[in-house]
Nanobody
Framework: QVQLVESGGGLVQAGGSLRLSCAASGRTFSSWAMGWFRQAPGKEREFVAAINWSGGSTYYADSVKGRFTISRDNAQNTGYLQMNSLKPGDTAVYYC??????????????????????WGQGTQVTVSS
């Protein structure tokens, strides 16, 4: 049974930073592409960032480019999302996701929910003005 567990969310003032972690069970995490999505109240889930199995390719939503950085440590079975210069509009539940079927993501599929097979339970990020 594969599990993804997010942590690191919380309440932060605008302009602050948070680092989210996504801990994965299973020995094959290093073979999976992974991504981060978020869902704000009353809104649909949206893509934030994605990374391929090796960390060599990354993709970002335009709204977070230059502020967020996705990374991974395959030895620790953990993915990360470093969030800087946070804005109230970043307030949402953040979910990590992993693709069992693909080591790679590309610009045309990184933002599609259907690319990913496993999802975490989410962690709340609240940015106050």
């Amino acid at each position: 049974q594969v599990q993804l567990v997010e942590s690191g969310g919380g309440l932060v003032q605008a302009g602050g930073s948070l680092r989210l972690s996504c801990a994965a069970s299973g020995r094959t995490f290093s073979s999976w592409a992974m991504g981060w999505f978020r869902q704000a109240p009353g809104k649909e889930r949206e893509f934030v960032a994605a990374i391929n199995w090796s960390g060599g390719s990354t993709y970002y939503a335009d709204s977070v480019k230059g502020r967020f950085t996705i990374s991974r440590d395959n030895a620790q079975n953990t993915g990360y999302l470093q969030m800087n210069s946070l804005k109230p509009g970043d307030t949402a539940v953040y979910y990590c996701a992993a693709s069992r079927s693909s080591r790679h993501v590309y610009s045309w599929n990184a933002g599609a929910s259907g690319t990913y097979d496993y999802w975490g339970q989410g962690t709340q990020v609240t940015v106050s003005s």
